[in-house]
């Protein structure tokens, strides 16, 4: 692995530690602020878990940024990057998320590991994954492609906060945050059993937000 691309896998591993780590760590602080009210506690959640994104997104853009492996397959459909680099950076935000969960439980005087109780399933709640991921890549390319990359972490922050309330599955949206969270036995957590076909409407909302982005965007801004 060449300097620029320890650099980059660097980055994906400590910002998906520290997203993981707001989702799962507000998630189990919200539950223990807001008891018996899961309302607030999912507002309490969505909104750090947006101001995370924003802040974590602008500190480490200039060097990566994407923290997701759908993104970053996206990326490499697009031609943005090799298959090493997505490989190396898939394997690195994989790692960062299981320490970030590891941590957030730490934080907060759980056990290193619990596996998830919380089942999520349903025909509905799938639908939920499938448009959250398609949404955020539309977000996160549309953004970028249209020449405005200094807006992106804005635009991911507004859109995750959002789509924790208006998708059914709370807008998951991301393969190693979901696997992270199954870590987890608290507001933020999936049970093991619920994860892969989670992973696997992530993975259809990659491909549908792929298809609509070249739609959309033939050409990035910059190469016009």
Known sequence: ????????????FVGTAFLVAAVIGSGIAAVRLSPDDTGLELLENSIVTGGALVALILALQPVSAAFNPVVTLVERALGAITSRDAAALIVAQLAGGFIGAVV??????????????????????LLGEVVAT????????????????????????????????????????????????????????IAPASVALFVVMQLVGGALGYALIRGLYPIPAAAT
Request: glycine content about 12%; charged content about 10%.
């Open 1 to 12: 692995m060449n300097g620029a691309l320890a650099r980059r896998a660097l980055a994906e």
């Open 134 to 189: 398609l949404g955020l890549l539309v977000v996160i390319f549309g953004t970028l492609r249209s020449g405005r990359p200094e807006r992106v972490a804005i635009a991911v922050g507004g859109y995750i906060l959002a789509a924790y309330w208006f998708t059914s599955s709370t807008s998951f949206a991301n393969p190693a945050v979901t696997v992270a969270r199954m870590f987890s036995n608290s507001f933020a957590g």
């Open 104 to 125: 957030a439980n730490l934080m907060f005087g759980l056990p290193a590991v619990t596996l998830s109780t919380h089942h999520r399933s349903g025909g509905g709640v």
